[in-house]
């Protein structure tokens, strides 16, 4: 089995940046694409970011310039930097990672529990 563990969420001012991290962990032996997803009250989830294994990035539009997702290869993490936030930028962040498990070296898509990003004055 593999578990993500989600964490960084809270409540910030618009304007104010949040950090969120994402740990991988369980019968791993190698992780590819990681990414983040939000889902807001009453709407659908959305892609937010998502970063190959090669460090290659992608932005839903309204997030360019504002996030940044990195990894860390060493520490099965990934991370999404979060700057300059907006009310509309409240949801709940899940985080995913498409992970090669030991032993029968399957392909899977794992998802994180969610952390909560709350926006307001």
């Known amino acids: 089995q593999v578990q993500l563990v989600e964490s960084g969420g809270g409540l910030v001012q618009p304007g104010g940046s949040l950090r969120l991290s994402c740990a991988a962990s369980?019968?791993?032996?190698?992780?590819?694409?990681m990414g983040w997803y939000r889902q807001a009250p009453g709407k659908q989830r959305e892609l937010v970011a998502t970063?190959?294994?090669?460090?290659?990035?992608n932005y839903a539009d309204s997030v360019k310039g504002r996030f940044t997702i990195s990894r860390d290869n060493t520490k099965n993490t990934v991370y999404l930097q979060m700057n300059n936030l907006k009310s509309e930028d409240t949801a709940v962040y899940y985080c995913n990672a498409d992970v090669q498990q030991v032993p029968n070296m399957v392909l899977i898509r794992s998802w994180g529990q969610g952390t909560q990003v709350t926006i307001s004055s």
């Open positions: 369980g019968s791993i032996f190698s992780i590819y694409a």
């Open positions: 970063i190959t294994s090669g460090s290659s990035t």
